[in-house]
């Protein structure tokens, strides 16, 4: 049965107790802020809503992401920034014994996280790691990429931070880990045991034991809210570990890859931007010609193609979403060309 966006009876902001808030496309792009999130996000916590920053970079330690998010004006906390390579740490201790040792291709966080998790860090393959931990880092060189895929032919246990195509600069869009990971991949022919990363929901569940060790009572996952710019990395995580989610149009995503979005990458909610969080979440209704129906808004299928009253309304694009996923898991074959071209300015 195909599920459809949600709605609230209260803004997000107290709907939901814990916020699992992605970084890149949603807070920062690179240095830069992204427009709103900073108010919206000190608003969401006066409401009673817990932050937490769950990052599938690997290459930053928690207090210099920190320190970022204070310069925009936020009070943070560096246990509230769960990145890749925290995730991966703890994931890589509970699948080796203490001590165990453990070649590292990433930057000198991921390499920290593993020694204070109890493995021994070994240099190279000669050394005969028991696994192979691989992160994003811009200074890796071929010979490091070489030297992991020579362990992991050696039956190196093969573990990653994340595995993102990409990842949003200030100038564009960029290699991420996963790029470098295909690399090594390729070489050797083994997939990774296991990502810490999103779209795998081990870093919602890893976050919220880790603001559980902070003295605060575990939130369930019904309570919490999952965050992201990204159908294939934040959404689909949530999906997977039985969060709702919230996509954002400040990054990655788009209206039409949201109306074309296959079931596992659908959200619970769409927001143009965080600004949404202090807001009552509209849900889409069903009429009986079949239109569907959100507050002022409507679209519906007709001739192979989804049609919406105003491609600059939010609530436009809800009610395409729902008409476009209504289509699509009833046979019918959705393209670009098929869904109506809405049109958001960012900043507005």
Known sequence: MTRFLKGTDRPLAQAYQLALLDLDGVVYR???PVE???DSIRAAEQAGMTIEYTTNNSSRFQHVVADQLKGFGLDVEPWQVITSSVVAARMVAKALPEGARVQV???????EEVRH???????GPEAHPEAVIQGWYPQMTWQ?????AFAVEAGAAYFVTNRDLTIPRELGIAPGCGSMINAVVTATGVEPVASAGKPESYMYD???ELNAAEGHDLVPKESSLAIGDRLDTDIEAGNRGGYDSLAVLTGVTNPTELM???AHLRPTFVAQDLRE???IQPEPVRAEDGTWECRNACAWFENGAVHASDTTSMDALRAAMCAAWEAEDKGAMLEPSTVPAFEFRRGQ
């Open 277 to 279: 969080l202090a807001n």
């Open 105 to 111: 291709l990433g930057a000198e966080h991921l390499r």
């Open 206 to 208: 890893e976050a919220r």
């Open 30 to 32: 690179g240095k830069n």
């Open 36 to 38: 709103y999130a900073a």
């Open 260 to 262: 074309l979005a296959p």
């Open 117 to 123: 998790n109890g493995l021994t860090i070994v240099d």
């Open 144 to 148: 490091m990429m070489a030297d992991a």
